[in-house]
Protein backbone atom coordinates (compact mmCIF):
# COMPACT_ATOMS: atom_id res chain seq x y z
CA UNK A 1 0.00 0.00 0.00
CA UNK A 2 1.27 3.03 -0.62
CA UNK A 3 1.92 6.19 1.94
CA UNK A 4 -0.71 8.14 -0.26
CA UNK A 5 -3.75 5.13 -0.33
CA UNK A 6 -2.12 4.37 3.57
CA UNK A 7 -3.28 7.85 4.29
CA UNK A 8 -6.99 8.27 2.95
CA UNK A 9 -7.82 4.81 4.40
CA UNK A 10 -6.59 5.80 7.77
CA UNK A 11 -8.62 9.03 6.86
CA UNK A 12 -11.61 6.91 6.38
CA UNK A 13 -11.62 4.92 9.18
CA UNK A 14 -11.41 7.95 11.25
CA UNK A 15 -14.33 9.77 9.45
CA UNK A 16 -16.04 6.10 9.92
CA UNK A 17 -15.97 6.11 13.74
CA UNK A 18 -16.35 10.02 13.70
CA UNK A 19 -19.73 9.29 11.86
CA UNK A 20 -21.51 7.33 14.91
CA UNK A 21 -20.97 9.80 17.35
CA UNK A 22 -22.45 12.39 14.66
CA UNK A 23 -25.22 10.25 14.08
CA UNK A 24 -25.95 10.10 17.92
CA UNK A 25 -25.57 13.88 17.93
CA UNK A 26 -28.25 14.33 15.66
CA UNK A 27 -30.41 11.28 15.95
CA UNK A 28 -33.32 13.91 16.29
CA UNK A 29 -32.92 15.11 12.51
CA UNK A 30 -32.74 11.52 11.47
CA UNK A 31 -35.48 10.58 13.45
CA UNK A 32 -37.44 13.41 11.21
CA UNK A 33 -36.93 11.31 8.23
CA UNK A 34 -40.61 10.02 7.36
CA UNK A 35 -41.15 7.20 4.59
CA UNK A 36 -43.52 9.86 2.37
CA UNK A 37 -40.43 11.91 2.80
CA UNK A 38 -37.17 10.90 3.06
CA UNK A 39 -35.21 14.03 2.12
CA UNK A 40 -37.45 16.46 4.48
CA UNK A 41 -33.40 17.94 4.74
CA UNK A 42 -31.28 19.31 2.41
CA UNK A 43 -27.93 20.19 2.45
CA UNK A 44 -27.00 22.06 -1.17
CA UNK A 45 -23.19 22.24 -2.09
CA UNK A 46 -22.12 24.30 -5.00
CA UNK A 47 -24.10 28.16 -5.31
CA UNK A 48 -25.69 26.89 -8.63
CA UNK A 49 -27.25 23.56 -7.04
CA UNK A 50 -28.37 25.99 -4.33
CA UNK A 51 -30.37 28.25 -6.65
CA UNK A 52 -32.05 25.94 -8.42
CA UNK A 53 -33.31 24.14 -4.99
CA UNK A 54 -34.75 27.52 -4.51
CA UNK A 55 -36.02 28.31 -8.06
CA UNK A 56 -37.69 24.71 -7.89
CA UNK A 57 -39.46 26.51 -4.41
CA UNK A 58 -37.82 24.17 -2.25
CA UNK A 59 -35.99 26.23 -0.51
CA UNK A 60 -38.01 25.57 2.85
CA UNK A 61 -36.42 22.17 2.70
CA UNK A 62 -32.59 23.45 3.46
CA UNK A 63 -31.09 23.05 6.35
CA UNK A 64 -27.49 23.94 5.41
CA UNK A 65 -25.38 25.39 2.43
CA UNK A 66 -21.54 25.76 1.54
CA UNK A 67 -20.21 28.85 1.01
CA UNK A 68 -20.41 29.59 -2.50
CA UNK A 69 -24.40 29.27 -1.81
CA UNK A 70 -25.06 33.24 -1.81
CA UNK A 71 -28.38 33.23 -3.55
CA UNK A 72 -31.19 33.77 -3.24
CA UNK A 73 -29.85 35.76 -0.35
CA UNK A 74 -32.55 34.40 2.13
CA UNK A 75 -29.79 31.43 2.05
CA UNK A 76 -27.60 33.38 3.55
CA UNK A 77 -29.03 32.98 7.16
CA UNK A 78 -28.88 29.14 7.32
CA UNK A 79 -25.49 27.46 8.88
CA UNK A 80 -22.45 27.05 6.76
CA UNK A 81 -20.88 24.24 6.21
CA UNK A 82 -17.38 25.48 4.53
CA UNK A 83 -15.60 26.22 1.20
CA UNK A 84 -17.09 23.42 -1.35
CA UNK A 85 -13.67 22.22 -2.07
CA UNK A 86 -12.47 22.05 1.74
CA UNK A 87 -15.06 20.37 2.90
CA UNK A 88 -14.96 18.86 6.35
CA UNK A 89 -17.40 15.33 6.96
CA UNK A 90 -17.85 16.19 10.83
CA UNK A 91 -19.17 20.17 9.71
CA UNK A 92 -21.45 18.61 7.25
CA UNK A 93 -23.06 15.86 9.43
CA UNK A 94 -23.29 17.31 12.44
CA UNK A 95 -26.51 19.51 10.63
CA UNK A 96 -28.28 16.58 10.01
CA UNK A 97 -29.17 16.16 6.62
CA UNK A 98 -31.19 13.89 4.71
CA UNK A 99 -29.73 15.09 1.29
CA UNK A 100 -26.90 16.54 0.30
CA UNK A 101 -27.14 17.50 -3.11
CA UNK A 102 -23.30 18.70 -4.24
CA UNK A 103 -22.02 20.61 -7.22
CA UNK A 104 -19.81 18.11 -9.44
CA UNK A 105 -16.26 19.08 -8.48
CA UNK A 106 -16.47 19.54 -4.31
CA UNK A 107 -13.61 17.17 -1.72
CA UNK A 108 -11.72 16.64 -0.66
CA UNK A 109 -11.87 13.22 -1.84
CA UNK A 110 -11.33 11.64 1.46
CA UNK A 111 -14.17 14.01 3.24
CA UNK A 112 -16.47 12.58 0.25
CA UNK A 113 -15.48 9.07 1.07
CA UNK A 114 -16.41 9.44 4.53
CA UNK A 115 -19.59 11.59 4.15
CA UNK A 116 -20.90 8.65 1.47
CA UNK A 117 -20.20 6.30 4.10
CA UNK A 118 -23.01 7.95 6.62
CA UNK A 119 -26.75 7.04 6.31
CA UNK A 120 -27.00 10.47 4.28
CA UNK A 121 -28.33 10.36 0.25
CA UNK A 122 -25.44 12.07 -1.68
CA UNK A 123 -26.51 13.48 -4.95
CA UNK A 124 -23.68 14.83 -7.13
CA UNK A 125 -24.83 17.23 -9.73
CA UNK A 126 -22.97 17.22 -12.81
CA UNK A 127 -20.71 20.81 -14.20
CA UNK A 128 -22.41 22.66 -17.10
CA UNK A 129 -20.92 25.16 -19.61
CA UNK A 130 -24.05 25.04 -21.93
CA UNK A 131 -27.57 25.93 -21.85
CA UNK A 132 -27.90 21.72 -22.19
CA UNK A 133 -26.04 21.30 -18.90
CA UNK A 134 -27.65 23.47 -16.86
CA UNK A 135 -31.02 21.79 -17.86
CA UNK A 136 -29.72 18.40 -16.82
CA UNK A 137 -28.39 20.13 -13.32
CA UNK A 138 -32.15 21.28 -13.21
CA UNK A 139 -33.61 17.79 -13.76
CA UNK A 140 -31.15 16.04 -11.69
CA UNK A 141 -31.86 18.20 -8.81
CA UNK A 142 -35.64 18.03 -9.49
CA UNK A 143 -35.57 14.00 -9.38
CA UNK A 144 -33.71 14.20 -6.09
CA UNK A 145 -36.06 16.55 -4.70
CA UNK A 146 -38.67 14.33 -6.55
CA UNK A 147 -40.19 17.70 -8.18
CA UNK A 148 -39.71 16.29 -11.43
CA UNK A 149 -42.92 18.46 -13.13
CA UNK A 150 -41.54 21.81 -11.27
CA UNK A 151 -38.08 20.76 -12.60
CA UNK A 152 -39.52 20.45 -16.40
CA UNK A 153 -41.08 23.82 -15.95
CA UNK A 154 -38.09 25.38 -14.91
CA UNK A 155 -36.41 23.86 -18.06
CA UNK A 156 -38.47 25.02 -19.99
CA UNK A 157 -38.25 28.63 -18.88
CA UNK A 158 -34.54 28.59 -18.25
CA UNK A 159 -34.32 27.26 -21.87
CA UNK A 160 -36.63 30.01 -24.07
CA UNK A 161 -34.30 32.65 -21.64
CA UNK A 162 -31.27 31.15 -22.71
CA UNK A 163 -31.81 30.92 -26.42
CA UNK A 164 -32.78 34.16 -26.38
CA UNK A 165 -30.47 35.70 -24.88
CA UNK A 166 -27.78 34.18 -26.72
CA UNK A 167 -29.30 35.48 -29.63
CA UNK A 168 -29.50 38.60 -28.56
CA UNK A 169 -25.83 38.50 -27.69
CA UNK A 170 -24.72 37.26 -30.87
CA UNK A 171 -22.06 39.99 -33.10
CA UNK A 172 -20.40 39.43 -36.44
CA UNK A 173 -16.69 37.85 -35.91
CA UNK A 174 -14.60 41.07 -36.74
CA UNK A 175 -17.52 43.18 -34.08
CA UNK A 176 -16.12 41.27 -31.43
CA UNK A 177 -14.35 42.36 -28.54
CA UNK A 178 -11.61 41.12 -27.27
CA UNK A 179 -12.14 39.79 -23.31
CA UNK A 180 -9.56 38.89 -20.86
CA UNK A 181 -11.35 37.16 -17.93
CA UNK A 182 -8.49 37.49 -14.87
CA UNK A 183 -9.12 35.29 -11.99
CA UNK A 184 -6.66 36.70 -9.88
CA UNK A 185 -3.91 39.00 -9.43
CA UNK A 186 -2.25 38.24 -6.72
CA UNK A 187 1.60 38.59 -6.23
CA UNK A 188 1.29 41.09 -9.56
CA UNK A 189 0.57 37.25 -11.35
CA UNK A 190 -2.51 37.48 -14.05
CA UNK A 191 -4.32 33.99 -13.30
CA UNK A 192 -6.43 34.09 -16.24
CA UNK A 193 -9.24 32.23 -18.53
CA UNK A 194 -8.56 29.84 -21.25
CA UNK A 195 -10.58 27.48 -23.14
CA UNK A 196 -13.16 25.10 -21.48
CA UNK A 197 -13.99 27.44 -18.37
CA UNK A 198 -17.32 28.91 -17.48
CA UNK A 199 -15.84 32.43 -18.09
CA UNK A 200 -14.72 31.10 -21.39
CA UNK A 201 -18.14 30.05 -22.15
CA UNK A 202 -20.25 32.97 -20.91
CA UNK A 203 -17.85 35.29 -22.61
CA UNK A 204 -18.72 33.67 -26.14
CA UNK A 205 -22.38 33.20 -25.17
CA UNK A 206 -22.55 36.65 -24.05
CA UNK A 207 -20.91 37.89 -27.98
CA UNK A 208 -17.14 38.57 -26.91
CA UNK A 209 -14.03 36.99 -28.12
CA UNK A 210 -11.50 35.08 -25.29
CA UNK A 211 -8.29 36.74 -25.66
CA UNK A 212 -6.60 33.40 -24.76
CA UNK A 213 -7.05 30.36 -26.55
CA UNK A 214 -3.79 28.88 -26.29
CA UNK A 215 -4.51 26.62 -23.21
CA UNK A 216 -6.96 25.23 -21.19
CA UNK A 217 -7.79 25.93 -17.86
CA UNK A 218 -7.18 28.39 -15.54
CA UNK A 219 -3.60 29.35 -15.62
CA UNK A 220 -0.73 31.93 -14.30
CA UNK A 221 0.43 33.61 -17.96
CA UNK A 222 3.46 35.87 -18.43
CA UNK A 223 3.27 39.74 -19.28
CA UNK A 224 4.49 38.88 -22.71
CA UNK A 225 1.63 36.48 -22.99
CA UNK A 226 -1.06 39.15 -22.01
CA UNK A 227 0.59 41.91 -24.36
CA UNK A 228 -0.04 39.53 -27.55
CA UNK A 229 -3.61 38.69 -26.55
CA UNK A 230 -4.20 42.63 -26.37
CA UNK A 231 -7.39 42.25 -25.10
CA UNK A 232 -10.02 45.08 -25.26
CA UNK A 233 -11.83 44.30 -22.15
CA UNK A 234 -10.67 43.03 -18.36
CA UNK A 235 -13.27 40.82 -16.96
CA UNK A 236 -13.58 40.02 -12.91
CA UNK A 237 -15.61 38.91 -10.45
CA UNK A 238 -16.13 41.39 -7.66
CA UNK A 239 -14.01 40.34 -4.82
CA UNK A 240 -13.02 41.80 -1.56
CA UNK A 241 -10.01 41.59 0.67
CA UNK A 242 -6.66 39.85 -0.29
CA UNK A 243 -7.99 38.89 -3.91
CA UNK A 244 -9.35 42.92 -4.61
CA UNK A 245 -7.72 45.11 -7.01
CA UNK A 246 -8.82 48.66 -7.69
CA UNK A 247 -9.01 49.67 -11.20
CA UNK A 248 -5.81 52.31 -10.86
CA UNK A 249 -3.57 49.41 -9.82
CA UNK A 250 -5.19 46.36 -12.23
CA UNK A 251 -4.00 49.13 -15.26
CA UNK A 252 -0.29 50.43 -13.23
CA UNK A 253 0.32 46.32 -13.78
CA UNK A 254 3.03 46.04 -16.07
CA UNK A 255 1.16 43.05 -17.83
CA UNK A 256 -1.80 45.27 -18.15
CA UNK A 257 -0.80 48.73 -18.73
CA UNK A 258 0.14 48.49 -22.42
CA UNK A 259 -3.05 46.79 -23.50
CA UNK A 260 -5.70 48.54 -25.32
CA UNK A 261 -7.95 47.99 -22.08
CA UNK A 262 -5.81 49.65 -20.10
CA UNK A 263 -5.94 52.34 -22.66
CA UNK A 264 -9.60 52.47 -22.66
CA UNK A 265 -9.81 51.67 -18.68
CA UNK A 266 -12.39 48.68 -20.02
CA UNK A 267 -12.93 46.45 -16.73
CA UNK A 268 -15.80 45.00 -16.02
CA UNK A 269 -16.54 43.41 -12.82
CA UNK A 270 -19.74 40.99 -11.94
CA UNK A 271 -20.53 38.77 -9.41
CA UNK A 272 -19.46 35.61 -9.55
CA UNK A 273 -22.03 33.27 -9.47
CA UNK A 274 -24.39 35.32 -11.98
CA UNK A 275 -21.42 34.94 -14.24
CA UNK A 276 -19.90 31.90 -13.80
CA UNK A 277 -22.35 29.74 -11.85
CA UNK A 278 -24.46 28.15 -14.92
CA UNK A 279 -27.65 28.21 -13.32
CA UNK A 280 -31.19 29.41 -13.53
CA UNK A 281 -29.64 32.90 -13.80
CA UNK A 282 -27.49 32.54 -16.27
CA UNK A 283 -29.51 34.47 -18.82
CA UNK A 284 -29.38 36.89 -17.04
CA UNK A 285 -25.39 37.42 -16.53
CA UNK A 286 -25.09 36.92 -20.65
CA UNK A 287 -27.20 40.06 -20.76
CA UNK A 288 -25.37 41.63 -18.09
CA UNK A 289 -21.92 40.81 -19.75
CA UNK A 290 -23.35 41.87 -23.30
CA UNK A 291 -24.62 45.24 -22.04
CA UNK A 292 -21.50 46.02 -20.31
CA UNK A 293 -19.31 44.84 -23.38
CA UNK A 294 -21.17 46.69 -25.92
CA UNK A 295 -24.11 48.91 -25.20
CA UNK A 296 -22.35 51.08 -22.46
CA UNK A 297 -19.61 51.97 -25.00
CA UNK A 298 -16.57 50.20 -22.98
Known amino acids: MTCKS ?15 AVA ?35 EHRLKARDTTSTYPPSVESLPDVG ?9 ILSVGPSLILSEEGAGPPEALD ?6 V ?13 ILRKISVVGDALDVPDRAGA ?7 EMQAAISDAARPEGDKKRVLFVLST ?10 GTAADAIIRMAGGLNAISAFEGYKQITDEAVGQAAPDVIVMMNRTGDHAITDDALFDMPAIRLTPAARERAVVRMDGLLMLGFGPRTAEGIRHLNAALYEQGI
Open 24 to 58: AFSVSGQQAKTSENPHATVLSIGGSVTEIVAALGQ
Open 83 to 91: YMRALSPEG
Open 186 to 195: QGGKINASGT
Open 6 to 20: GARAAFLAIGISMVG
Open 121 to 133: TFVEVPDALTTEG
Open 114 to 119: VIRAAD
Open 154 to 160: LAAKVKA
